[in-house]
């Protein structure tokens, strides 16, 4: 059974920093590409940022330079590191791994993250 269990949300002030992760179980994880979505209310859900299975890493144009997201295969994580958070950002967070071939595609519960004075 697989598993994506994220952690790290809350409520920051505008500025701050979070380290979002996302622990996997049930797949073997340094072969998947692993990401992260938001999906704030009444909108769609985008891409944040994806890292591939090589360590290739693509972010939103909103984020970039503020946003990290790093993979540790020993340990079946994957973060997200939000520094200099809006209130733009507030959303819920979810993390997705993906594979091409076998098509494979799973997502966690999400996690809360709330930017606001």
């Known amino acids: 059974q697989v598993q994506l269990v994220e952690s790290g949300g809350g409520l920051v002030q505008p500025g701050g920093s979070l380290r979002l992760s996302c622990a996997a179980s049930g797949i073997t994880f340094s072969i998947y590409h692993m990401g992260w979505y938001c999906q704030a209310p009444g909108k769609q859900r985008e891409l944040v940022a994806l890292?591939?299975?090589?360590?290739?890493?693509n972010y939103a144009d909103s984020v970039k330079g503020r946003f990290t997201i790093s993979r540790d295969n020993a340990k079946n994580t994957v973060y997200l590191q939000m520094n200099s958070l809006k209130p733009d950002d507030t959303a819920v967070y979810y993390c997705?791994?993906?594979?091409?071939?076998?098509?494979?595609?799973?997502w966690g519960q999400g996690t809360q993250v709330t930017v606001s004075s």
């Open positions: 890292i591939t299975n090589s360590g290739s890493t």
């Open positions: 997705n791994s993906r594979m091409n071939s076998p098509p494979r595609n799973y």
